[in-house]
């Protein structure tokens, strides 16, 4: 059985690079009936905080990628990484090594003075530290006994093979001084322990494969198949980060993105199906591949992120829009009695902005008295026009309320005076919302109750 994983630090907030990572994994599982493993690696005890721990969780249930095993934390898992160190050290594939920081900084310094690559060498192996006692003031760190000839090759399932010569690794740690793993061994004893057959993970880890699969070649492990997907940069072709409007799961979803939507963007990051540009969770794991994943960098653009939102808000059901709309209005305190019935308004609103907090900031205009800027009723409320709206108001006061009556009410108005449509839209558009972006005139005064047209109207003509 497939089994894959994510495994975040909780040292801050899921980004846009993790959840794509997130995302990627479980619909290989996903695809292949398979099992998604979520873990939490925390050794890095300074910077990690339950916060960040409580927001991963958050941010992967909101985007919908549930995982089947896990959480599993790593500081939970101590005895089992010194228990596996200690096979390393019974087999000769690992060694105690007592240098000092002070030590290991002169000798990279001696290094790159003579133009060599600095990495550790190997001064406390133990054919290179016969005859030394070692120093009862220091708490040694383990090291992998790194092999000195040979290559580790690999077939990566989206870069393709890659070879790494031995000569060019060294001896790195596997246990720290306080009997942590670092991240090369820690993630090696819980893939093996996990059961995972397949790693998907960003190409800043490549660098890594190489030492972790010694690892698993020392401890006679099988070795999992690797899968790196790229980087995802900016417009300017630079590391993605905040400056180029990449921020957290979590705020994208307070700032009125859909999870679909964010998934759907996350998805084309890098993969593709045809041409295909607006699909659903159950398409992409439907169509999802390794081999679909491109080589190169993708790029993030917020434009194309909030054009696809659009879409979805488009197409979304007004008991998926309603609460949150709400909530806002109600947090703001919008008088909401006072105004059209917002699950008509939200309807009527959702094909003209690109998230939900956009959608709230436009029904919002509909339940407060409009503020006419002068340069509008300067432009729009000229006295050729005030006839008319006069002739207009007399008018819907007679009429049953309906979209139907309203349209017929304003024809007759503007054959009646001479007027074309443009010439009394907009004025009326102004004197209801103070705004000239609205829906259809007729929907628009129908959506409201006919006292309150009157009301604003006259409000409007009188000032």
């Known amino acids: ?38 873990r939490i690696e925390d050794t890095d005890q300074e910077r990690s905080t339950k916060e960040s721990t409580d927001a ?41 090594c007592y240098a000092t920081p002070a030590e290991l900084e002169e000798m990279r310094e001696h290094q790159r003075k003579n133009g060599l690559k ?21 708490k040694p760190v383990l090291r992998l006994k790194n092999p000195d000839s040979g290559s580790v090759v ?46 998907i993970r960003g190409d800043d880890h490549v660098n890594n494969t190489p030492r972790q699969i010694n690892v698993y070649r020392a401890l006679g492990y099988d070795v999992p198949k690797f899968a790196h997907v790229p980087m995802i940069l900016g417009g300017d072709g630079e590391r993605l980060s905040k400056r180029h409007g990449a921020v957290s799961v979590t705020q994208y979803r307070d700032d009125g993105y859909l999870p679909g939507a964010l998934v759907n963007y996350l998805a084309r990051l890098g993969w593709s199906h045809g041409d295909d540009e607006i699909f659903n969770l159950d398409n992409f794991v439907d169509w999802f591949d390794l081999a679909g994943i491109n080589v190169s960098p993708a790029k993030f653009d917020p434009v194309k992120l909030a054009w696809v939102n659009s879409e979805y808000i488009k197409n979304a059901p007004t008991s998926t829009l309603f609460p949150p709309v709400n909530s806002a209005l109600i947090e703001r305190k919008i008088p909401l009695q006072d105004g059209p019935r917002l699950d008509d308004l939200v309807v009527l609103l959702k094909d003209r902005v ?8 436009v029904c919002e205009l509909y339940y407060l008295a409009p503020e006419i800027p002068n340069n509008l009723r300067e432009e729009f409320l000229s006295p050729e026009v005030l006839p008319a709206l006069n002739t207009l108001l007399d008018a819907l006061d007679t009429i049953d309320w309906s979209s139907e009556n309203i349209s017929t009410c304003i024809k007759e108005t503007l054959k ?30 129908a959506i409201f109750q006919k006292s309150m047209v009157l009301d604003r109207i006259r409000a409007g003509l009188k000032a």
């Open 1 to 38: 059985m497939i089994r894959t994983r994510f495994a975040p630090s909780p040292t801050g907030y899921l980004h846009i690079g993790g959840a794509r990572t997130a995302l990627f994994s479980w619909a290989f599982a996903r695809k292949h009936g398979g099992q998604f493993i979520l």
């Open 56 to 96: 991963i969780f958050e941010s992967m249930k909101w985007l919908g990628l549930d995982w089947d095993e896990g959480p599993f934390f790593q500081m939970d898992r101590l005895a089992r990484y010194r228990e596996v160190a200690n096979l390393l050290i019974d087999s000769g594939n690992a060694y105690w």
């Open 118 to 138: 600095p990495k550790y060498d190997g001064r406390w192996r133990p054919e290179n530290a016969v005859g030394k006692t070692p120093p009862v003031d220091i």
């Open 154 to 199: 690999w077939d990566d399932l989206v870069k393709g093979s890659i070879r790494v010569a031995n000569e060019e690794l060294d001896d790195f740690v596997l246990l720290r001084g306080d009997g942590v793993p670092t991240y090369n061994f820690g993630v090696v004893v819980d893939d093996y322990d996990m059961k995972l057959t397949h790693i």
């Open 354 to 361: 690109s998230t939900v907090a956009e959608l709230a900031d």
């Open 416 to 445: 009646e005076c001479g007027l074309k449509m443009p010439k009394l839209a907009m004025p009326l558009r102004i004197l209801l919302t103070g705004s000239t972006q609205t829906p259809a005139i007729d929907k628009l005064l």
